[in-house]
């Protein structure tokens, strides 16, 4: 992905092409970009075809990742609760998505953009919830397993794809708070285990203990319980934020 500067605004341009062990990678720059076509301008969104898979450019969004932004939170000598505020910034981003009809399905600190005009939620590539080209889909087979939910990591294990769900994107975003807090995954296994050892990890065993003082501790504990039907939604998680902040 570039940061691309021209005379009619500053673009993320993003080079699709197949990885090591996936081939669907180079699908993602265009997938995305009939994705981000139904949820903003489509004039500000375009896409095409290479020689190696697909290609996109979207507007650039300014600011820092959640993860960078609770840095000090992870190396204080006396840790402090982070921003309720921050955490609201994010949890409405991804609110907002799920109340127009779509799930993430890639939640991870690093696709929560928090700058001067906002929280932006990125890297849609994974997204489900409306349309997309028949000849740019792919099967969703899981997302970052630092945090995936039990159930994502169960199915991805069983079959080799998953579905997406509000509600495991409800966890990856307590266990996107929980690590860009504390600097430790929701779920411990060896740092050079591979995927299956990972998600084999996530299946048999519960998550840390949460660790994190005030309502953003007790919330996160909500939101990585092991059965999704017991997590709140991501309304009832804007709606508890908002109140600890006002």
């Given at each position: 992905m570039w940061d691309?500067?021209?005379?009619?605004?500053r673009?993320a341009?993003?080079l699709g092409?197949?990885?090591?062990?996936?081939?669907?990678?180079?699908l993602?720059?265009?997938r995305e970009?009939t994705?981000?076509?139904?949820?903003?301008?489509?004039?500000?969104?375009r896409?095409?075809e290479?020689?190696?898979?697909?290609w996109?450019?979207q507007?650039?969004?300014?600011g820092?990742?959640l993860h960078?932004?609770w840095e000090?939170?992870r190396?204080?000598?006396?840790?402090a609760a982070?921003?309720?505020?921050?955490?609201?910034?994010?949890?409405a981003?991804l609110?907002d998505?799920h109340?127009?009809?779509?799930?993430?399905?890639?939640?991870q600190?690093?696709?929560f953009?928090v700058?001067p005009h906002?929280?932006f939620?990125?890297d849609?590539g994974?997204a489900?919830?409306?349309e997309?080209?028949e000849?740019?889909?792919f099967?969703?087979?899981?997302?970052?397993?630092h945090?995936?939910?039990p159930e994502?990591?169960?199915?991805v294990?069983?079959?080799?794809?998953?579905v997406?769900?509000k509600?495991?994107?409800?966890?990856?975003?307590?266990?996107?708070?929980?690590?860009s807090?504390?600097?430790?995954?929701?779920?411990p296994?060896?740092d050079?285990?591979d995927?299956?050892?990972?998600?084999?990890?996530?299946v048999?065993?519960?998550?840390?203990?949460?660790?994190?003082?005030?309502?953003?501790?007790?919330?996160?504990?909500?939101?990585m319980?092991?059965d999704?039907a017991d997590?709140p939604?991501m309304q009832?998680v804007?709606?508890s934020l908002?109140q600890a902040?006002?």
């Amino acid at each position: 992905m570039w940061d691309v500067r021209t005379a009619t605004g500053r673009f993320a341009v993003k080079l699709g092409y197949p990885s090591r062990t996936h081939s669907w990678t180079a699908l993602a720059p265009a997938r995305e970009a009939t994705i981000l076509r139904q949820l903003i301008d489509p004039a500000e969104v375009r896409f095409g075809e290479w020689e190696r898979g697909t290609w996109s450019a979207q507007p650039w969004r300014e600011g820092a990742s959640l993860h960078a932004l609770w840095e000090r939170h992870r190396h204080a000598k006396e840790p402090a609760a982070p921003s309720v505020g921050e955490a609201l910034s994010c949890a409405a981003a991804l609110a907002d998505l799920h109340e127009r009809g779509w799930t993430h399905g890639d939640v991870q600190p690093n696709h929560f953009v928090v700058g001067p005009h906002g929280t932006f939620l990125i890297d849609l590539g994974l997204a489900r919830g409306g349309e997309v080209p028949e000849v740019y889909d792919f099967e969703y087979r899981g997302c970052l397993v630092h945090y995936e939910a039990p159930e994502i990591s169960r199915s991805v294990l069983a079959s080799g794809t998953a579905v997406p769900s509000k509600e495991a994107d409800v966890y990856a975003l307590g266990a996107s708070l929980f690590i860009s807090a504390t600097g430790r995954r929701h779920v411990p296994y060896p740092d050079d285990a591979d995927r299956k050892v990972q998600r084999q990890a996530i299946v048999d065993k519960p998550h840390r203990p949460i660790n994190v003082a005030g309502t953003l501790g007790k919330l996160m504990e909500q939101m990585m319980r092991r059965d999704p039907a017991d997590r709140p939604t991501m309304q009832e998680v804007r709606k508890s934020l908002a109140q600890a902040a006002a």
